[in-house]
């Protein structure tokens, strides 16, 4: 190849006695243009690779949910783009670096490990009677019934008699017609980002499973053991079926009501409801709640308990320790009459019991609420909402006797699991208490820290009960039917009647929640806890107050809302959590990136610059693109390219470009080592320059002294900025132009972009492409600098990204002039952004810039 | 300029062949590997855009096939099941690129035309 180019430089040089036949000039041009071509490919490559390492390193730092399918599209997207790019290495430097292939397999197998699904096999029975559960086989039947298990073997305690559908049993229906691998596609072409999408992917998941065969030996292992239920406990017994996810107590998390449980359902009836309760395993908020936790979905392998039904009387939920006050010594129970459910879901306020641990316990505080309704075994089936008589309905649910009993019984969890236990009960029609399950309780503990009580601020509403502490401030939004959560602003207050779980996938994107009502034991309370929402619930007249009252300040520690934006009060507020951290998927991502996103080979010019010392897939893409650059602009050159290769020159004066024309740049032919502007054919070529020289660029804005501070700190940590580094390419900027084409690799100072354009008569080849990247300043600076360029070319039709500090801005299909309008604003943006970031620590100068662009890119059109 | 399109889901090939006659482009479709390489033996396919899991024979396989019986055929490997060692091997075989679903159209386009653009049948 080199040989070639020599010949052709000589060539064009003229140093060549006799002229080349014009078929061999072609030859020679073709081939030319195939090396720009591969050359263009590569950065495409690298481009999009360095996109996913900044989405990976996104992702492991930020706020934003993610699932196994991202991580797994990720390392894909990384490996394909630097297969990419080794190859089209490879054809430009005619094999040399071919090791990079063996490289990139071995890396790709160090990430494989992090990304590989776990594969349980169908190893345990189908089946198992919940007496032989016990927390040993807690990855067989899911956490919540290896703890009742447990609790009836080691404890004695009782428990309804049933029996488990075990994981086995579970992946066997999994398996059954390949109903995994179709739910993971689905997943994975889903955007999920988007609850529109989320809730249509949710409900096509469920009624797949839903419209999936049970495998003939599932099928009947159940009804076998429900036969034995039956000599147990009575021919034709009713049951409760209830999710037991495997490993849903692993983080802490609280699951509960994420999924489906179904009460008094009849035998014959049992085969599809556990269907149902497998296909919630898919339900919006168990989907929202993994992602936003970071449980990959093969993790949860859906185990169902199938319990004798009991006929309460009254229950409740029970917690060993107050969540608010998780070291103090009370023991807190909630309760209805009739069923738990309305506890347990929040659909009215249950009687609060306070009892005080000592020899014996004692009943310190009863508040006893006024309960219309309660929820009992319907006699056909499933369960029914009835009226109480009015006499009934303000009594207490339960007596001081049997308070004491419930506290007594949540000690004992909390005794014999060691840490504060959160146990739903049931009073069966003998007056036993049933314990229905355990699991560890959910502490929020930052009472202490709560917010001065007397703030003096106008308040909007006040009353009702601390569900989570803290102080939240946004949007006041009602949702009142699922279509208002669809419509559910980021960032914005949720006002509801009901402190109902289906408004759990919203948390991870809402300031504080108010409801009218609901109780702290409530699942929406449980999950507001932990994700760090505040959350104030029994507040009467919320909706009224709240629905179009604008930005508001809810203090859930002092129990008030305030209108507008208290800053006082969100000062105290402690940053928010970052979800993922420590979640098995986080693990997963964290494990990968460490093959992918570190930058190990820094000097180019030092010995170990070397495939071998290629660690990661980014040492890789650094490699190949410092390569390609020498490949195509310096050995090139060596061999005669410079014949190619212009330097640009404006009358006189030459400037720091170089020209490559890839066939029908120039106006005609252009002798000698440089071209002039104005011999230049290419429309997205002259509109960048145009967009280039419009407007004089001031120098580096005055930064003050931290931006300054910031730039030498900067510096000092970013290893691309040592001096070393600059190769000879980052010195130049280069134009690849066509008469309709044109790319532009630049380093101004301390960033880094490429802006690449195609603009003829057909629109829908047309695009323009913009990235852009680096600086000197702290990465907040940074930042704010890529987000300002962002706002401006939004608004110009771009689709914009920002990841980091990195600006990706691609737009597709306008007609020619057009086009040539959107590159001239990229010449602008590229001049006069450079250096910006150290200025963009201060409000008082981002302002008034972003006003003298907004005006100097208007004037560019004119 | 003429597209073969493989994927085993019919709503996707009814959807793509929709969105890019728009753009002008002519498209055959078929649903499995087998019927791939018999509409290639028929039709002057320009690129080639092939899902990767397929019942029967699978993407990679057909991939394999295709390339053997037209070396310079350009094929831009498009899946619903993300998987680094699929994405590869794909790569191996000389797939032009590997892409997921869901991919913008205009992203798509993009791609096609610069698989044909290589294979000499787009200057």
Known sequence: MAGIFRALGNLLRGSRPEPPSPARLEALRAEYRGRCESFRRLLAANNAALDVMASMEEALRGQKPFGMTFVRGQCARAAANVFQIVRQLSILANGRYDALFERLKEIQAAIAPHVEPHSGGVAGPLVLPLAEAGVDLADEVGGKMASLGEIVR????????????????????????????????????????????????????????????LPGDLKRAILEAYRSLEVQAGEGVRVALRSSAVGE???????????????????DEILETYKEIVASKYGLTAMTYRLTRGIPDEDVAMCVGCMAMVGAEAGGVAYSRDPLDIRGGAVVVNAVHGLPKAVVDGSFDPDVFMVERGEPMRLARAEVARKPTKYVCDPAQGIALVDVPPEEAGAPSLTEAQVLGVAALAADMEEFYGLPQDIEFALAPDGGIVLLQSRPLHESGRREEAAPSDSGLPVL???????????????????????????????????????????????????????????????????????????????????????????????????????????????????????????????????????????????????EFTPENCRTLHDITRFCHEKSVREMFLEGEQAGLEGFSKQLTCGKSKLKYWVIDLEDGFDGPVEGRFVDITRIASGPMRALWRGMTAVPWAGPPAADARGFLAVVAGAASNPELEPTVASAFAVKNYFMISRDFCNLQSRFGFHFCTVEAQAGDDPQENYVSFQFKGGAADLPRRRSRALLVAGLLEERDFRVEVREDALFARLEGLDKAATLDRVAVLGYVVIHTRQLDMAMGNEAVIGPLREKMEKDIAGLSG | MHILLVDDETEFLELMTKRLDRRNFQVTTASTGEAALEALARIPVDVVVLDVRMPGMGGIETLRRLKAMAPDIEVILLTGHANMEVAVEGMELGAFDYLLKPVAINDLIFKIQDAAKKSGKLT
């Open chain 1, 154 to 213: 080691r404890l004695g305690r009782r428990i309804p008699p049933g029996f488990a559908v075990t994981a086995s049993g579970y992946r066997r229906f999994m398996e059954a017609s390949d109903l995994q691998a179709e739910i993971d596609r689905r997943i994975q072409t889903a955007d999920a980002s988007r609850l529109d999408e989320l809730f249509a992917l949710s409900s096509a998941l469920q009624g797949l499973i839903l419209a999936a065969p």
């Open chain 1, 461 to 607: 509403l006040s009353g009702g009960t601390t569900a989570a502490p803290g102080v939240g401030c946004g949007a006041a939004f009602a949702v009142r039917k699922d279509a208002d959560a669809l419509r559910f602003p980021d960032g914005a207050v949720l006002v509801a009647a009901q402190a109902h779980p289906r408004w759990a996938p919203l948390l991870s994107r809402t300031a504080a929640v108010v409801c009218e009502a609901g109780s702290a034991a409530g699942h929406l309370a449980n999950v507001a806890r932990e994700y760090g929402v505040p959350a104030l619930l029994g507040v009467a007249g919320a909706l009224e107050a709240l629905d179009g009252a604008g930005e508001v300040t809810v203090d859930a520690d002092n129990r008030r809302v305030h209108p507008g934006r208290a800053e006082e009060l969100l000062a105290l507020r402690p940053a928010p959590r970052n979800l993922m951290e420590g979640s098995p998927v986080h693990a997963a991502l964290a494990g990968a990136c460490a093959h992918v996103v570190p930058l190990n080979l820094i000097d180019p010019d030092a010995p």
């Open chain 1, 249 to 267: 107590d692993a983080l802490g998390a609280s699951f509960a009501g994420q999924y489906q449980s179904e009460l008094n359902v009849p035998g």
